[in-house]
């Protein structure tokens, strides 16, 4: 029999843990059931799970960004045109973000929903936590001890401290490449464990579902395909409105043609979700399909794919508000502009490999004190959300490519415009 991918085996666990689930539901009573599958293996394997990713986001973090800022340097380089491309990645990272905040507000996936009841302590002190200032907040990123923020996961503490440590290599030079080449070993090493923990995925997803759908029965099918359907909105609204209207408007170029030469690289985003699997695909089509120099896109979609992240920031933004609206914990002005700030930053830290993107939402769901048991909730769904915004992760940076290279002259519009390439 062929082997079947990761993301085949996680949609599967997908059905058959809602399955499972709805099945436990309308069992009678039973001790059986709640000792040795509730309490006991699927407890193991859903919490266990969890806690894998959690284990994994404070050295993830912490490397992933000294070693992202280190490799900055790059951007001096290539000069204006880096400089130009860092602000538009982290400009359109922070618009993806303002858009699913409203959408999240509009459509409020998370309201009506009744699972809140058996967290009532962790509201209690949350909802308390939530309303300090946004400048004690903004102190709280300088920690005064980081072993200290390493411990009590201050992760806006640890990025804070990563930026410095990463900017401060770039400055140093020849005498701190010992340390980045640690750094790279590192963020290699812990990309590794990510894998690992996430071919542990389908058993995870397979018990979070099915306890979930054991607890709550039917009644979790709604609010679940509300999140689902929310996020794809919002990922669809990205793509057709924002990236689109941006050809359209600033580059003034044909969205249709983009869209259609974009496909296969879509496809491989949904196949892979991973940005740096669709990485060679992308670079060949700029320039032979959409007629970008490789000046540009050598250096533009490999950024990109590294820091750019804007379909995983609209996913950060509608969690964020699903998740304060299902525990009933109201966000003020400060939690909104704090997740702006941090889901930026996660942008800049998620790396172009499945399920990255959920491990980061800790650190957003954490800098606004939001429950971060939350996340079992929707990591049982993650999966099919992380094909798509991948797709419109890349999506941005081959727009974003596009805008520049025009912009700088190292465009061809005539192949841009040619629809007879063999490939399509
Ligand atoms: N899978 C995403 C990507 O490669 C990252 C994420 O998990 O959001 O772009």
Known sequence: MKKLSNTTKTLIALVLGGIFGIFLSVLPE?????????DGILKLAGTGFLNAIKLIVVPLVFVSIVYATASLDDLKKVGRIGGKTFIFYMLTTALAIILALSIG?????GIGVDLAAIKANEIATTANATSVNFVDTLLNMIPTNI???????????IIFFALLLGLSITAVGEKAQPLLTVFESANEVLLKLVQMIMHFAPYGIFALLATTFANFGFTALMPLMKYVLTVLLGLAL??????MGMLLFIGKLRPSIFLKKFAPIFNVCLSTSSSSAALPLALEHSEASFGVSKKVSSFTLPLGATINMDGTAIMQGISVMFIAQIYGIHLGLNDYLMVILSAVLASIGTAGVPGVGMIMLTMVLASVNLPLEGIALIMGVDRIIDMFRTAVNVAGDNVCTLLIAKNENEFDE???NRMDNSDF
Do not use: D, H, R
Not at 30 to 38: A, I, M, S
Not at 147 to 157: M, Q, V
């Open 414 to 416: 005539t192949v841009y």
């Open 238 to 243: 990205q793509l057709l409105v924002v990236y």
């Open 147 to 157: 072993f200290a923020a390493f411990s009590e996961g201050n992760t806006l503490g």
């Open 105 to 109: 507000g509009i459509l409020k996936p």
């Open 30 to 38: 039973n001790k059986f059931v709640q000792t040795y599958l509730l």
